[in-house]
């Protein structure tokens, strides 16, 4: 491999912890994932009841709606209570790094050695970044309390994304009941969504390292599950 792919690679690499570390691929997975099966649980749920084809479809719309906004919501709350609390961490350890910066560059030489540098490294490290404006802050909030102080995340950016791909999501069991109805719509709606998670499933074990079939299964069996369960009890409740 040539030296400019090995680096793109590890560009890559460090690229995709980032979004694993930061919650953008958990979001990702989370909110398409979800809005493929809790939608197709809802409309399955009414149609199972005895619904016809309107009220499945406004069972389905309100389920995409309230899904969405609801992800939207819980993802901006969640990010920004974490960027809050990163946030009062740096402005403690800046506090620290001002009033006692030689026990801040006594623990950052302790890191270095424990993660491996030689003595005279650590301390020539330490030296190197106590001297430079910020640097000592900024290398102690990465290596001491592990905290990237450029990437605390966007909680707008977290909502408006889940709100997006719960949508998508949401579209695949939703889509066959603007067309067809009844046992049809039925059919379409699961096979829809079965294909739909097939890629979710095979793409996140890709990504992951792991098996894409095993993957794309798992994600597949999971989705029937649900659908068979809400089915039956939608059933059940509406002969009652």
Known sequence: MAAGSEQAATAL????AAEVQQGAARAAV???????????????????????????????????VAGAVSMAAGEW?????????????????RDLVRDHPGVVAGRLEYELREAGYSDATARTAVAEVRHAPGRLLDVAARRV???NPG???????????SFLLFSLGAL?????????????GEVLSVAATGLAGLVVGGVVARSSGRSVPYG???????????????????ALFGAS
Not at 78 to 89: C, D, R, Y
Not at 173 to 181: A, D, E, K, R, S
């Open 77 to 93: 709350i969640s990010v920004t209570a974490q960027v809050e609390l990163f946030k009062g961490v740096l402005a403690d350890l």
């Open 172 to 184: 695949a069991p939703l889509l066959p009941w603007l067309f067809t109805g009844g046992e049809s």
């Open 13 to 16: 690499l460090a690229r995709r």
């Open 216 to 234: 794309a299964v798992r994600q597949l069996l999971i989705i029937l599950l649900a659908a068979a369960v809400t089915y039956y009890a939608g």
């Open 30 to 64: 989370l909110g398409v994932n979800d809005g493929l099966v809790s939608t197709l649980c809802i409309i399955l749920g009414v149609a199972g009841a005895g619904s016809d084809q309107t009220a499945v479809r406004l069972a389905g719309l309100a389920g995409l």
């Open 151 to 161: 990437e605390l995340g966007s909680p707008w950016t977290a909502a408006v994304s």
């Open 145 to 147: 309390v592990g905290i």
